[in-house]
Nanobody, 128 residues
Framework: QVQLVESGGAVVPPGGSLRLSCAAS????????VGWFRQAPGQEREGLSC????????FYNKAIKGRFTISSNNAKNTVYLQLNNLKPEDPAVYHC?????????????????????WGQGTLVTVSS
């Protein structure tokens, strides 16, 4: 069964950090472009960061660049998103997705909008 499972969300204070995980089963993540996205209540889903097949290229949304870092671990078939200096505007359900598109920019800015299936995601809450 092909599946992506997100984990790592938690309640953290402003300025705190988290590492989110996107674990794949049934396929090899390294063959795909993988992205992290988030959706806050009442808002549209937005693309945050994408990593290319083989982990050689990355794309970051300007809104989170410098605070969030995407990485991959092929041995664990997992892609991570390190969240640092969390702010009040960061709470959301965070999702990952993987496609065979050749472009991290395309997945993160436009192509994710046409994806029909999303997992449950992982909830990030920022609260003091």
């Amino acid at each position: 069964q092909v599946q992506l499972v997100e984990s790592g969300g938690a309640v953290v204070p402003p300025g705190g950090s988290l590492r989110l995980s996107c674990a794949a089963s049934g396929f090899t993540l390294d063959d795909y472009v993988v992205g992290w996205f988030r959706q806050a209540p009442g808002q549209e889903r937005e693309g945050l960061s994408c990593i290319g097949a083989g982990g050689t290229t990355t794309f970051y949304n300007k809104a989170i660049k410098g605070r969030f870092t995407i990485s991959s671990n092929n041995a664990k078939n997992t892609v991570y998103l390190q969240l640092n200096n969390l702010k009040p505007e960061d709470p959301a359900v965070y999702h990952c997705a993987a496609t065979r598109t050749p472009s991290t920019y395309a997945l993160c800015t436009t192509e994710y909008k046409s994806l029909e299936e999303w997992g449950q995601g992982t909830l990030v809450t920022v609260s003091s």
